[in-house]
């Protein structure tokens, strides 16, 4: 396959991911602290909301793939962009999996007393990323959110380059449409349905890709044109402090009630910003977000999202007994070993998948989502 030109990285973003990722580390950790376990007020609220961070990597997922394959071609290799994608998120899924394996074998067999027939179906269901459709994530369930993430890449070969051909002047309104149908939507599986049953349902999540996809037709326009560009990069600031405050205002003033209006995304107009923000070329932000040791910690991002929890599992009774210094402990540790799993497993893995198939990956020149 002939090489195309390269993409820049957009470091910001890349960094931003590692934020994110471990806003949903502390989500399932922070709280079994002795220390913290009994902290109320908005504190406890921020670190109970860690959750919204898959939803932001969702939208940031459709954002960077728009970017990366649709920006400047007409069509997408369907083989080739589902082998890049495999070899992207697999080999560490994998590897976070089996790692989790000995925990969940003990928490079935022991504490809930499953069926071999039960764990066997389980194990399947997430070795094939399918364990969020039928509503099985006893095994490493962070992992959830790739079984939605592969959803999104068959989708977007053809949902994808239709959003992209739409004309103009539908492009704002049409994201109205997905991000109002979407949380109505949401809405009516709370209302209707069993919303703790539906709340890892691939499919609510749907529109957030959507608008990713959506938000960087906008930003490539607004690249391509000197005036709004030079507008962009001004109020980058503007727009990531007020996404960073409208986000955290949430949990401190109790401003929506429903969890799983937050788990679906109903923030993703200030993620939009955020995206726009670390996009926008601003200096200050550049700078910021740009150095080398937080890109390399955004880079294993990925990794820390998938190993946390195994590694949490293994050292829970720890971190109760020793507490926030092992829960220090833990935290560096997480951090560290994903550093290493980026390259040592994800870079090599890939490399080998990628030169088995003979096909060369886009996103590997660029930034990305937490699965990319």
């Known amino acids: 396959m002939a090489n195309s030109p390269a993409k820049p990285k957009i470091l910001p973003l890349t ?17 079994g602290v002795p220390a913290l376990r ?11 909301m860690g959750h919204i961070s898959v939803s932001f990597f969702f939208m940031l997922s459709g954002f960077i793939l728009a970017v990366v394959y649709l920006k400047d071609r007409g069509s997408i290799n369907k083989r080739r962009f589902l082998v890049a994608r495999f070899a ?7 590897a976070a999996m089996l790692l989790d394996t000995p925990h969940m074998l003990y928490t079935q067999f022991h504490i809930l ?20 459709w039928v509503n099985m994530r006893g095994l490493n369930p962070p992992g959830w959110s790739l079984s939605a993430e592969v959803f999104f890449y068959i989708t977007f070969p053809f949902i994808g380059i239709a959003l992209w051909r739409m004309r103009g002047w539908l492009v704002l309104p049409m994201s109205a449409v997905f991000y109002f149908g979407g949380i109505y939507l949401v809405t009516l599986m709370v209302k ?21 996809i959506l938000l960087a037709r906008i930003y490539t326009w607004i690249s391509q044109d000197a005036v709004w560009a030079n507008r962009l990069e001004a109020w980058a600031p503007w727009l990531l402090l007020t996404s960073v405050i409208g ?51 955004g880079e294993a991002s990925y990794a820390l999202y998938l190993i946390h929890y195994p590694i949490h599992s293994i050292l829970r009774g720890s971190i109760e007994r020793y507490g926030l210094p092992m829960f220090a402990v833990f935290l560096a540790g997480t951090i560290g070993l994903s550093v290493a799993s980026y ?13 088995k198939e003979r096909v060369r990956s886009l996103e590997t020149e660029v930034t990305s989502a937490i699965a990319q």
């Not at 960094?15 to 709280?31: K, M």
Request: net charge positive.
């Open 88 to 94: 992207r998120i697999y080999p560490l899924y994998l």
């Open 192 to 212: 209707f349905g069993d919303a703790d049953e539906q709340a890892f349902n691939p499919f609510p999540y749907l529109f957030l890709f959507l608008l990713g």
């Open 113 to 132: 007393h499953a069926s071999i027939r039960q764990v066997i179906l389980g194990f399947l269901a997430t070795a094939t990323l399918v364990q969020a």
């Open 247 to 297: 986000v955290f205002a949430v949990p401190v003033f109790r401003l929506i009630p429903s969890e799983t209006l937050l788990l679906h995304g109903i923030l993703a107009p200030l993620y939009g910003l955020a995206i726009l923000a670390f996009a926008s070329g601003n200096l200050f932000i550049n700078r910021a977000f740009s150095a080398s040791w937080l890109v390399v910690l």
């Open 38 to 48: 009994n902290c109320n007020g908005a504190l406890r609220r921020i670190l109970e």
């Open 343 to 355: 390259y040592l497993l994800e870079i090599p893995a890939r490399r080998w998948i990628l030169k």
């Open 15 to 31: 960094s931003a991911r590692f934020f994110a990722a471990l806003y949903v580390v502390l989500y399932h950790s922070a709280l």
